[in-house]
């Protein structure tokens, strides 16, 4: 890439100050500047980083290629800015001003500067833009980013929050199933069962499916998977909380559960846990 | 009753699944179908997005709100542009299945549902209406 010579650096240098008081007034007035999240002093004193650090990078006479190492404190910067924007709750479009903002504080010095001469500041005017974009677009990558993690992140934890496995009683596990049973839920839910039969020495474990809004063939057949799996580690598996729609749709789907003792409530499938473990309550 | 519009959802990933099936659930509710309605048809929305899915490599769903005869109801039609159906018979038969499933999606969602119609060409795709009635 051919580096560009370009005057952004005199004016960064220049009107240094100018530019970060512009900038500060452009952020604040804008309807997307956030006050209950960023104090104008916080504010402040990222922007004046910022400048700090892009005005260091520009010194290198690179103002086109930010993929260059000089330019790396800015995008480290950048990034850890709008990692902690996109966890405190802002917006793409919130993120992204912090950028786009500086552009017309930037502007309206090079028309100062170069006032007349059209065709220079046209070429100057976007060289800056390409780099103010560059920054900007970098910074809403980082920021959706983050959000993503944030959303793997939460996935990975509903999955392992919604999949817990009780011990009821000695020898009966309780597992209430929430939500709908993908494959991958069905992997959880198994191995969790499985550990848990092992550990509590467990011959009975209750499903219980009240919590599924619709059981499917999917669903079913993610069931029968996982009671197969558990009669083989020698427990037995009793399938309560299906409900009438629930019964009736299964009917009609022709999804059978074989010899699978299913119950409708959670209370019917503790009575027949505990008439078939001997255990008497009194 | 207010005219509701139709409306066409992509089904494309199996997240795509649940939010046609929380759609349908939404539409039946405004419209007074019963609890048992309600979980036959998301149960048969269920089946169809997902053989659209993983038979059909992706399509959409389109929600229509038919009137005829004095009746209203709810219809569902998914289309895809895969490889099709070869024998429709055979697939609508229980435990029928070129994937790794039960084989009973097809033939169950006939089952839940008033009208089924399908229709499917090798190589071009293939088209699944399904209405119930009130």
């Not at chain 1, 959880?188 to 599924?212: C, F, K, P, R, Y």
């Not at chain 2, 038969?93 to 090798?122: A, C, H």
Request: hydrophobic share 40%; with cysteine; net charge negative.
């Amino acid at each position: 890439m051919t580096k560009q010579k370009s005057r952004l650096i005199e004016i960064f240098e220049k009107y240094e100050q100018e530019i970060l008081e512009d900038w500060m007034r452009e952020q604040i007035a804008s309807i997307t500047y956030r006050k209950d999240l960023l104090t104008e002093a916080g504010l402040r004193k990222q922007s004046a980083e910022l400048m700090g650090l892009i005005i260091t990078a520009s010194r290198s006479g690179n103002v086109t290629d930010i993929s260059a190492p000089e330019w790396k404190p800015v995008l480290d910067f950048l990034a850890a800015t709008s990692k902690t924007r996109a966890a405190q709750g802002f917006t793409t479009q919130e993120t992204a001003t912090f950028i786009f903002s500086l552009k017309q504080p930037v502007f309206a010095r090079m028309k100062l500067e170069l006032g007349t001469n059209a065709v220079a500041l046209a070429e100057e005017i976007w060289i800056a833009t390409v780099l103010l974009d560059k920054l900007g677009l970098f910074t809403a990558e980082t920021y959706q980013k983050s959000r993503e993690d944030i959303i793997r992140r939460q996935q990975m934890e509903l999955l392992e929050l919604s999949t817990p496995v009780i011990k009821i009683w000695e020898g009966i596990l309780v597992l209430p199933l929430i939500g709908t049973l993908d494959d991958a839920r069905t992997q959880v839910v198994m191995e969790n069962l499985l550990q848990n039969v092992v550990d509590t020495n467990s011959s009975i474990a209750i499903i219980d499916i009240t919590g599924v809004p619709a059981v499917d063939t999917l669903v079913a057949q993610n069931l029968i998977k996982t009671v197969s799996a558990a009669r083989l580690m020698g427990a037995h598996c009793i399938i309560s909380g299906i409900r009438p729609q629930i019964a009736q749709t299964m009917v009609h789907l022709g999804v059978e559960f074989g010899d699978v003792v299913t119950k409708a409530s959670l209370a019917d499938a503790l009575k027949y846990a505990f008439q078939q473990a001997g255990i008497t309550v009194t | 009753m207010s005219q509701k519009e139709p409306e066409t959802i992509e089904i494309k990933i199996s997240e795509d699944i649940l939010r046609a099936r929380q759609s349908v659930r939404t539409c039946m509710v405004d419209l007074g179908f019963s609890l048992i309605d309600q979980t036959k048809m998301v149960t048969a929305a269920s089946e169809l997005a997902r053989n659209t899915i993983d038979y059909g490599k992706g399509g959409t769903m389109r929600i229509e709100y038919p009137a005829e005869e004095g009746r209203t109801g709810i219809r569902l039609i998914f289309l895809d542009h895969g490889p099709g159906i070869a024998d429709i018979q055979q697939a609508l038969k229980d435990g029928f299945t070129t994937g790794s499933g039960l084989g009973l999606g097809l033939g169950g969602s006939k089952r839940l549902v008033n009208d089924f119609e399908i229709r499917s060409e090798p190589d071009k795709g293939t088209q699944v209406t399904v209405t119930r009635w009130r």
